[in-house]
Structures are given as C-alpha cells and as structure tokens.
C-alpha cells in the first residue's frame, strides 16, 4: 500500500513558477513508476509527466516546461512548473505506479494523491 499526499498548489500568475511535490509512504517507494496528472472542470485527467528509476517523459502540452524529479531518500517527487499557461488551471494529482515501461494512462496507475489546486491566472 502506498499513500500519497500532494502539496505546493496555489494561484500564480500566467508566465510564473510553482513546485509540487508529493510525499509517499511505503518501503519499496524507488521502485514505483511516480507521475503526475491533471484535470480541469469538466475535462478529462490528463498526463503531465512521470519518472522512473531512470527515465523522464512528458505529456506534450507540457515538454519543456515542467521537471519531474525524484528523491527517493525522502520519498518525494516533485514537478517544477515553469512558464505557467492559464490552461494549465486544474487540480494536479500524484500517482505510483508498479507497471514495467513507461505508463501514461490512468488505469497504470496503482495510488492516486487527493490532488492539489493550481490556478494560473491571465
């Protein structure tokens, strides 16, 4: 069982920066694939970025833009978000995952965060 708590959300400005990070439990944390995904009212959630023990990959409305990165010491991960659009207003949830590959798609994902809000305003 993994728990994941989401933190660093809040109102920023279009063109501005904010760091999420997400705090995990568990024992065997650095062999989760960890990602991160969003959803805006009414929209579907979509893929941000993920890392694996080696490995990064992004959504394309993102690609450099956002890091991903990991500290598997604190059992943290955490998005930089940089050059924030309005668009990426949604909630942005934290995700583990114990598939092989690299999964971006929902149901890869084993554990899901409660999500924190990021607004971006114009």
């Known amino acids: 069982q993994v728990q994941l708590v989401e933190s660093g959300g809040g109102l920023v400005q279009a063109g501005g920066s904010l760091r999420l990070s997400c705090a995990a439990s568990?024992?065997?944390?650095?062999?989760?694939?960890m990602g991160w995904f969003r959803q805006a009212p009414g929209k579907e959630r979509e893929f941000v970025a993920a890392?694996?023990?080696?490995?990064?990959y992004y959504g394309d409305s993102v690609k450099g833009r956002f890091i991903i990165s990991r500290d598997n010491a604190k059992i943290t991960v955490y998005l930089q978000m940089n050059s924030l659009k309005p668009e990426g207003t949604a909630v942005y949830y934290c995700?583990?995952?114990?598939?092989?590959?690299?999964?971006?798609?929902?149901?890869?994902?084993?554990?899901w965060g409660q999500g924190t809000q990021v607004t971006v305003s114009s």
């Open positions: 568990g024992r065997t944390f650095s062999y989760y694939v």
């Open positions: 890392i694996s023990r080696s490995k990064t």
């Open positions: 995700a583990a995952s114990s598939r092989l590959g690299l999964p971006v798609h929902t149901y890869e994902f084993d554990y």
